[in-house]
């Protein structure tokens, strides 16, 4: 089993930052590809970045592409999404996941997730 623990949402305004990150605890950390998707109420859950185990890979959902980076910290365990320009389509809750598949953007392929945390993008 691994935990996921998401910090960092809240509420922003438009062209704005925010850093979430994504405490893991349980099995090794560094065995797991990690990424981040987003929902908002009566959608599907969305894509956004994914990350290799090592960190040295990572994969962007288009509409995230050069305002979102993904990073990790193997020796904290924790996974990062900084975002950057943010947009207020960009509101959502935000979700850590755990898996073992490369760059891969289909929740299918995460086997562990987090509670979520809240991001609010005002106009």
């Known amino acids: 089993q691994v935990q996921l623990v998401e910090s960092g949402g809240g509420l922003v305004q438009a062209g704005g930052s925010l850093r979430l990150s994504c405490a893991a605890s349980g099995r090794t950390f560094t065995n797991y590809v990690m990424a981040w998707f987003r929902q908002v109420p009566g959608k599907e859950r969305e894509f956004v970045a994914t990350i290799s185990w090592s960190g040295s890979s990572t994969y962007y959902a288009d509409s995230v592409k050069g305002r979102f980076t993904i990073s990790r910290d193997n020796a904290k365990n924790t996974v990062y999404l900084q975002m950057n320009s943010l947009k207020p389509e960009d509101t959502a809750v935000y979700y850590c996941?755990?898996?073992?598949?490369?760059?891969?953007?289909?929740?299918?392929?995460?086997?562990?997730w987090g509670q979520g945390t809240q991001v609010t993008v005002s106009s």
């Open positions: 996941a755990a898996g073992k598949m490369l760059n891969s953007g289909r929740d299918d392929d995460y086997d562990y």
